[in-house]
Structures are given as C-alpha cells and as structure tokens.
C-alpha cells in the first residue's frame, strides 16, 4: 500500500509515547498510557521495560488491548520503561516497523519511540548505509539509532544532544537505555510531550490524558529543544538546540484541531475549551439560520457546541456514532475504509427531518466523506444541509508526520470553497479562519504554530522533502521485503 493507493480522507496522525522512570512494575502503567493515547495510532503498539540491567520489549500490530496479554505484562519486569503506538502512512503490516526500536550498542542497550517526521531522514540513512549500515525498520526514526552508534557521537560528551542536533524536522523522542530515560522535542515544538510525576517517579506521555489515565501529576511541557533526562539523581534539563533564528515555532494547530483528546492540555491550553472557541469563532465569521447545530462526532462535537452556544441554535444528536467501529483512517486498504465511513456514523431521522441542519466538522481532506454525510441528512430528511469547519481549507500536504493526502488529493488546493460547497451538496460552506483558529491562543501565539498545511508557509525547507515518501515508498519496502538492490 502506498500514499497514491490509500489517500486519506481525514488527517492521519503517526504516533503516540509514553515514558515512565523509577515506578514499580511499570508495564501496567505503560499499557495504561498507551490505551489512553489510543487514538494517535492503531495499527501497532510496544513497549520496552528495563530492571536496571536487563531490557525486555513486546510489540505487535493492531490495537494495544490485542498486542499485549496478561501473561505478556508480566513478562516485561523493571522500574523504567517507554511505549509506543503507531499509525504508519505505508508498510502497516510490519511488525519491524512497530517501536520502540531496541537496539544493542558497543555500550549497551538503547530503545527509542518516535512520533513526527525527519525531513533530513532520507540523506541521513543514504550516508549511513554508503558506510555499511544496515537498516530493520522503514521508518525515518531509525536515523537515530545510528546516530547513537555513531563513534563521532558515541565518543564525545552530550552524545545523545549532540545526536538530536542532527535531525531536522518534527519529533517528539523517548529514548531509554538500561537506567534513565530521555525526552526531548525538536526545536521548533511540533510535536507534544508532556512531563508528569507519579510518585517518587516520573511520566512522559504524548497527552496529558495519558498522565491523568495513570494517575500522574502534570508538570510542564518538554519544551522545544529541550532534552530532559530522568536518572537516579533525579531529573535533569538541557537545550540540544537553540530557538530557531526566525523567532517561528512549529507547534501543530491541527493537535488541537482534531488529534488530541479533548480532555488533554496540548501546548498549554485544553483541547475541549481550544475547540469550543473555534466553534464560537465559528458562528461569528459564518452565521445561518438554522433550526439545529450537530456535530460529526466526535471531533466535531466541543466545536459544535461552541457553535450552538454563540448563536444560539439548539444542538442536538443528528448523527450517533458506532463506537464499535474504529477511526476510518485506520483502515490499511481502502474497501476497508468506504465500508467503515458508512458503518461507523448514523443520522437520526427523527431529529433532522424537515429541520435546516448545521453540520460542524473538524476538516475537509478530499470531501467524499462530507459528501456522503450531506447526502445522508437529506436522505433523512433535513431541509437544509449548511456545513461548518472549525480549520481553514486544507490546501498544503503536512510534512511533519500528519499524513493527509497528496496535494492532488486535497479537494481545496483544486477548487474554491464555493466549487468544494457544491461537490459536498451543502446549501452552504463556511472554514473558520486563520486568524480564528489562533485566537485562543493569544495575540503572539501565530509565531509559535505551524499553520502550513493551510498557507503553504513552512517553517522548515521541505523543497528536497521526500523523506516520508521515499523512506516508505513501494519499491523501497520490496526491497526490505526480499527483492534487494541488483548486485553486481
Ligand atoms: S502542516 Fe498542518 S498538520 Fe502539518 S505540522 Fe503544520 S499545522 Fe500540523
């Protein structure tokens, strides 16, 4: 499977970590974390559990409730330990690709869990294997790895900052070894991780909903550059790189839009009031009239009631989910995907028919979807279909690890929002803003977000980004699958 045989059509997140150090039996814990950052990733989970001097790991595919047994928690004894849940864009069903990646060093064991995406991962891993390195995993996190392993790095002192200063583009890492475990976050703060206390120990999770799942108390964030080491001695901060010259951060507005948890604190707001904002914002910038606000649950729903609360407009259930039905995008082959979407959301008739509907949505990727739910309400019996969004047009592919479409794929870097209006069937199409989607994070905040998925304006350079793509593409996975490089 591929990016053009499997496009999306709702954004796609790559992962989700969680990290503990000096808590008792901590796979539980570990298995508690990665349940409640579930959402960030289906198709795999792991986890690597050290005594102090052994390191002992389990992964798998599918969900973490599938890949981890019982018997298989027991197994995994220590007081330290990092997890792992992945979606990947391509090469779902192998296991290799699942992390944490454990590997032995010349010094010892090192396990690493990554969520984002390295722009400079392609030219990295090239270097490498020209020397003779041999790569498990198709993923662009294994750079790291050799990175460690390096002797120019392996040698010097602060090899693990020094080793993170190598990397361009979005991650969030935890990285563990036999005795401490490391957290950091790429200088421009892509991706969230937080820090937590439990007990005389300490948490890293991708979500504070993971902290709370456990019991941990928040902290603070892993800031931007930062790596922050927890040992024996305690725990222990430095700066691996410096603010980017630009003063432009890169936190991922689409974390609040619709990945994380609405019970989650993501980049210091919570995602619930963030969302009920844009709904307010919503309704100012497009007001209908309307006899009824509905959200396409459930990322929809805290934006729809901030709709509703700002208009006035009485919102109720116009769709019932089907919890027994996973996100459509975790499907890995599409007939999966066109069954799900029909089978996981239903219209209630009775609450629509003959009414003027208000549809609030978290995106637009390709419009099928929203297609077949606009047609669905009419169906039903809604007089009226007027959909809102509480982001602007997505007209840029992501490269920092959200895998949404191909720009082809992406139904508004093809058309206007009026074209787009009429392909869904919607009576009317109203995106909240740029300025609308910043606002509640404050007047400064537009510098601290990445924002390029809507206005092309990348913080990094991506003109030679084929990472993702060629990491992971087709041929390179045949290779890895047996084919091999013609030999001379
Ligand atoms: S391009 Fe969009 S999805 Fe990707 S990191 Fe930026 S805001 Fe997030």
């Known amino acids: 499977m591929d990016r053009t045989t499997c496009p999306a059509d709702q954004p796609r997140e790559a992962c989700g970590l969680f990290g503990i150090y000096n808590v008792p039996d901590p796979a539980p814990i570990i298995y508690s974390g990665l349940f409640a950052l579930q959402h960030r ?15 002992r790991q389990f992964k798998g595919l599918g969900l973490v409730s599938q890949v981890f047994g019982p018997g298989t928690l027991d197994s995994l004894i220590g007081n330290l330990g990092i997890g792992h849940v992945r979606y990947s864009t391509t090469g779902s069903s192998r296991i290799q690709n699942v992390q944490p990646i454990v590997v032995e060093c010349v010094d010892g064991v090192w396990a690493i869990a990554h969520n984002g995406n390295l722009v400079n991962a392609q030219a990295l891993r090239q270097s490498y294997q020209e020397a003779g390195a041999i790569f498990q995993t198709s993923t662009d996190s294994e750079v790291l790895v050799h990175l460690l392993a390096d002797p120019m790095f392996r040698t010097r002192p602060r090899r693990v900052a020094r080793a993170l200063g190598e990397l361009r583009g979005a991650f969030a890492f935890l990285i563990m070894t036999r005795d ?12 969230p991780l937080s820090i937590g206390r439990l007990g005389e120990g300490f948490v890293f999770a991708s979500e504070t909903c993971a902290l ?18 927890a040992d024996a001695s305690g725990l222990h901060s430095s700066v691996f790189a410096e603010a980017p010259a630009s003063g432009r951060g890169g936190q991922c507005i689409f974390e609040s839009v619709y990945f994380a948890r609405p019970d989650s604190r993501v980049f210091g707001l919570n995602v619930h009031a963030v969302r009920l904002q844009f709904g307010e914002r ?28 700002r208009s006035g407009i009485p919102l109720d259930y116009g769709f019932i989910r089907n919890h027994y039905v996973g996100r459509t995008f975790i499907m890995p082959e599409q007939a999966q995907r066109t069954s799900s979407v029909d089978m996981k959301l239903a219209v209630v008739a009775d609450v629509v028919r003959g009414k003027r509907v208000v549809v609030v949505d978290d995106s637009i990727v390709r419009g099928t979807t929203a297609r077949r739910r606009v047609a669905a309400l009419r169906e039903a019996g809604a007089r009226e279909v007027h959909v809102r969004i509480s982001c602007p047009p997505i007209m840029h592919p992501c ?12 139904i508004a870097a093809r058309r206007t929002v009026e074209e787009i209006r ?38 990094l350079d991506v003109s030679r980004m084929e990472g993702k793509q ?6 390179l996975l045949l290779n890895l699958d047996g084919g091999g490089p013609e030999r001379p």
């Open 422 to 459: 009429a392909y869904i069937g919607a009576d009317s199409l109203g995106y909240l803003s740029i300025e609308g989607l910043l606002a509640p994070f404050g007047g400064e905040a537009a510098k601290n977000f990445c924002q390029a998925c809507f206005s092309g304006d990348y913080a």
């Open 282 to 309: 919503l309704a100012d910038e497009h007001p209908v009239a309307a006899d009824l606000v509905t959200s396409v649950p459930d990322s929809g729903n805290s934006a729809a009631m901030g709709f509703s609360r």
């Open 41 to 55: 990733g289906q198709e795999g989970a792991g986890m690597a559990v050290s005594d102090g001097q052994r390191v």
């Open 212 to 229: 709370n799942q456990v019991g941990a108390e928040f902290v603070r964030d892993v800031e931007p550059g930062e790596l922050v080491v």
């Open 180 to 191: 401490c475990v490391m957290a950091a976050r790429d200088p421009y703060g892509f991706k």
């Open 470 to 475: 060629a990491l992971e593409s087709g041929a």
């Open 399 to 410: 490269y920092f690890g959200i895998d949404f479409a191909t720009r082809e794929e992406l």
